[in-house]
């Protein structure tokens, strides 16, 4: 059963702290995204991966936050240094660009809390 | 930039009734998903909507999509209690999707 795989599922640490989340997408997606969660301000898009490129992190807080994609099976989602308002769950998607229906794939959730 | 508006926000449902959640979206769009999302757990992929006129049914819940009113409604028929749960549309734009806020229902007995 192919899925998104997210590491870790809960993170609790303080502010100042390094925080690294892991994202395994399904195998053959090209397209990986980052997502960010919170109530105030629901889903918003982080960072879009294709074919390992990033292609858009207009979302991200860049004095802080980096995304990669080491290879294809591996994105990651870095915090440096982190701060409480970053406590949020974050969620990895993968999915197929042209050609396809462009329907994403959500992984579990990374729930961070930065205390 | 693509704005996606949802409407309601929180909707509390007679199990039984019938009710309509709308999704309005600010550009040009033909590709239109709706996903389902229970407390504490991931995105749910419900329907996958393409074109001007495409309508999906599954179970209760079924999905349409107008793109030049740029609207998308998912209308529930019956409602049970297992359909408590946030629904989200979301809207393709270059083949990236931008969200609503989701629609928080809870049916009741």
């Known amino acids: 059963d192919a899925r998104v795989t997210q590491t870790p599922r809960h993170k609790v640490t303080e502010m100042g702290q390094e925080v690294t989340m892991r994202c395994q997408p399904i195998l053959g997606h090209n397209t990986v995204f980052w997502y960010r969660q919170t109530m105030m301000q629901g889903l918003e898009l982080l960072a879009y991966?294709?074919?390992?490129?990033?292609?858009?992190d207009s979302g991200m807080p860049k004095d802080r936050f980096s995304a990669e994609m080491p290879d294809a099976t591996l994105a990651t989602l870095k915090i440096q240094p982190s701060e409480p308002r970053d406590s949020a769950v974050y969620f990895c998607?993968?999915?197929?660009?042209?050609?396809?229906?462009?329907?994403?794939?959500f992984g579990e959730g990374s729930r961070l809390t930065v205390l | 930039e693509l704005k996606v508006e949802q409407n309601p926000l929180f909707l509390s449902m007679q199990e039984g009734k019938n009710y309509t959640i709308y999704c309005n979206y600010s550009?040009?769009?033909?590709?239109l998903y709706w996903y389902r999302q229970d407390p504490g757990k991931s995105l749910e992929s419900l329907f996958v909507l393409l074109s001007n006129g495409a309508v999906k049914q599954e179970g209760r819940l079924m999905a349409s999509l107008d793109t030049k009113a740029r609207l998308s409604t998912l209308h529930i028929t019956a409602a049970v209690h297992d359909l408590s749960a946030t629904y989200f549309c979301a809207v393709d734009s270059n083949y990236k999707l931008t969200f609503g806020k989701g629609t928080l229902l809870t049916v009741n007995p």
């Open positions: 991966f294709r074919n390992r490129a990033p292609l858009d």
């Open positions: 550009t040009t769009s033909d590709r």
């Open positions: 998607a993968s999915g197929l660009s042209a050609g396809n229906t462009g329907e994403l794939f």
